[in-house]
């Protein structure tokens, strides 16, 4: 059975920083691309940034200069690295994998999601 595994979260003041990860198991052979979604209070879910197996990144405007998104193809991680955080920033992130292929499925999967609050 797959499974997203988030870890990382928690509260920090402004100007600080957190490093999410995210673990990916259950015999897996192969994932097309790993990202990281956000969704503050009342608000839709949004894209925070994405990585392909071969390491193209891709980024939300908001987030550009202060976070970076790393992989581990080998042990199917995907890491968050998040500075010069902002109140507005606060938020429930979920990892996604997308186009995962399995010994029993393929498809996009979702993690439990972790809190990350930034204080002002």
């Known amino acids: 059975q797959v499974q997203l595994v988030e870890s990382g979260g928690g509260l920090v003041q402004a100007g600080g920083s957190l490093r999410l990860s995210c673990a990916a198991s259950g015999s897996i052979f192969s994932i097309n691309a790993m990202g990281w979604y956000r969704q503050a209070p009342g608000k839709q879910r949004e894209l925070v940034a994405t990585?392909?197996?071969?390491?193209?990144?891709a980024y939300a405007d908001s987030v550009k200069g202060r976070f970076t998104i790393s992989r581990d193809n080998a042990k199917n991680t995907v890491y968050l690295q998040m500075n010069s955080l902002k109140p507005e920033d606060t938020a429930v992130y979920y990892c996604?994998?997308?186009?995962?292929?399995?010994?029993?499925?393929?498809?996009?999967?979702w993690g439990q999601g972790t809190q990350v609050t930034v204080s002002s």
């Open positions: 990585i392909t197996s071969g390491g193209r990144t």
């Open positions: 996604n994998a997308e186009g995962l292929l399995s010994l029993r499925s393929r498809g996009d999967y």
